[in-house]
C-alpha cells in the first residue's frame, strides 16, 4: 500500500494479491489452501450450530459514508501509521546508496505536509529507521520554506508539542524541523514553544533553535527581515535570560536596521538596571555581518569621541561586516576626528580580514 502511495499510483488489492501468490512457493500455497478449507469448514458449522436472531433497530444510529469521522488531525495520522506497518524486510536508509535515497526524498517533498509529516512518523513509529527520519525531517524543514504551511497544519504540529501523550523523542523532532526552516513562521511557532511547554528541556531545545534562527540558507539572498519583528517583541518583553541571548544574536544575524538600533541602544546603557540585557546585546553585536545594519551602526559612530567605548564597539561591528558600505563609514569617521583615534585605526587594520578593507587601507 505504501509503495502504490509513494509512487502516486492507486492501491489495487486483487493485484497486491495476485502479486504475493506469485512470489509463494509451491509449500506455501498448499498450506495457504489449507488454511483457508478449515476456516472455511468451521465457519460454516459454526453458521450451522448458531441460533438465528434479529438485532434490534430501535436503538442502532446509522452514519453515512460522506459524513466526516470526528478523529482529531494527529490520532488520524496515528490510525493511519499503525495501518501502513511495513514488512521485517524492508531495506533500512542506511544500506540504500545516496542516489536512492535522495529519489526517495525528493518524491516525499513533493507531498502536501500532512503527508510528509506522516512519512516522518512512519519511518519512527513503524520502520524504526532513525536515518530516514532525520532525513524526511530535513526534507519538511526545506519544504516549509519553499512553501507556506497552512494555519491548519501549524496549529496541527502545535497540538503535537504541546501534547504530552506524544514521546519527546518526536516532539524535540518536530521543534528541530521547525528550527530547519528557518522561516517567520518557523520562528513564530518556536517562540510559542519557549512560552507553552511545561517541559524545561524542551523549551530549552526551542530557545537553542531560536539562536540559529538568524543564519542564510547558502546562497539565499537579503537578510530575511520578516522574522526579526517577533525576535524583536521578544527581546523587548522578556525576562529569560537564556531567551533573551538567543533572541538577541538572531536579531544580530538577520541584521534588520530597527532590531540593530535596540541592540546598539541596549549595549551603551550604563545605568546598570539591565545588565542582563546590555551584555547579551553586546554579545550579539560581534556577530553582524550583513550589509542592512551598516546604516544604524554608521549613525551610531559618527559623533563619538575616539576616546568613548561607543566607538570601538561601532568601528568594531563596522570591522566585522567589512564590505564596500562599512568601509566609507569607518573611514569617514576616522579622517574627521582628532589624532587620539590612533590607537583605535590601529586595531581596527590588524582585525581586518575584508578584501575591501585591506584595499582602503
Known amino acids: 500500500y505504501r509503495s502504490a502511495r509513494s509512487i502516486g499510483r492507486p492501491f489495487d488489492p486483487i493485484e497486491a494479491l495476485r502479486a504475493e501468490l506469485v512470489s509463494m512457493t509451491k509449500l506455501q500455497k498448499s498450506i495457504l489452501w489449507l488454511i483457508v478449507i478449515l476456516l472455511g469448514g468451521g465457519i460454516g458449522f459454526w453458521a450451522m450450530r448458531r441460533p438465528s436472531r434479529s438485532l434490534p433497530l430501535t436503538n442502532s444510529v446509522s452514519v453515512p459514508d460522506s459524513q466526516p469521522r470526528a478523529i482529531p488531525p494527529v490520532a488520524e495520522k496515528q490510525a493511519v501509521v499503525q495501518s ?7 531495506r533500512s536508509f542506511a544500506s540504500m546508496g545516496v542516489l536512492e535515497r535522495n529519489a526517495i526524498l525528493a518524491k516525499i517533498e513533493k507531498q502536501d505536509f500532512d503527508s510528509i509529516f506522516r512519512f516522518w512518523l512512519e519511518a519512527g513509529r513503524v520502520e524504526h529507521d532513525r536515518m530516514k527520519q532525520l532525513a524526511i525531517g530535513s526534507t519538511l524543514s526545506f519544504a516549509m520554506e519553499k512553501r507556506t504551511p497552512s494555519p491548519a497544519f501549524l496549529e496541527e ?9 506524544n514521546s519527546k523523542e518526536e516532539r524535540e523532532g518536530v521543534i528541530g524541523i521547525f528550527g530547519g526552516a528557518m522561516t517567520k513562521d518557523s520562528v513564530d511557532f518556536l517562540i510559542m514553544a519557549t512560552t ?3 517541559e524545561n528541556d524542551l523549551r530549552q531545545l526551542a530557545i537553542q533553535e531560536i539562536g540559529e534562527s538568524g543564519h542564510r540558507r547558502e546562497g539565499g539572498g537579503g537578510y530575511h527581515a520578516e522574522r526579526s519583528p517577533a525576535l524583536e517583541q521578544v527581546w523587548s518583553e522578556s525576562n529569560d535570560p537564556n531567551l533573551l541571548r538567543a533572541a538577541a544574536v538572531a536579531m544580530a544575524q538577520i541584521g534588520a536596521p530597527s532590531a540593530i538600533e535596540s541592540l546598539l541602544s541596549s549595549a551603551i546603557i550604563d545605568d546598570g538596571k539591565d545588565d542582563t540585557r546590555k551584555h547579551a546585546a553586546q554579545e550579539a553585536l560581534q556577530k553582524v555581518y550583513l550589509e542592512s545594519a551598516v546604516p544604524p551602526v554608521a549613525a551610531l559612530l559618527k559623533d563619538q569621541l575616539p576616546s568613548s567605548p561607543v566607538s570601538a564597539l561601532a568601528g568594531g561591528i563596522l570591522v566585522n561586516i567589512g564590505d564596500d558600505s562599512a568601509g566609507k563609514a569607518l573611514l569617514s569617521w576616522l579622517q574627521n576626528v582628532d589624532e587620539s583615534a590612533a590607537p583605535l585605526a590601529h586595531e581596527f587594520v590588524v582585525s581586518t580580514r575584508s578584501p575591501v578593507l585591506l584595499k582602503a587601507w
Open 84 to 90: 501502513n506497518a511495513t514488512d521485517a524486510s524492508q
Open 196 to 198: 507553552t511547554l511545561k
Open 157 to 165: 504540529m502545535k497540538l503535537f508539542v504541546t501534547d504530552s501523550a
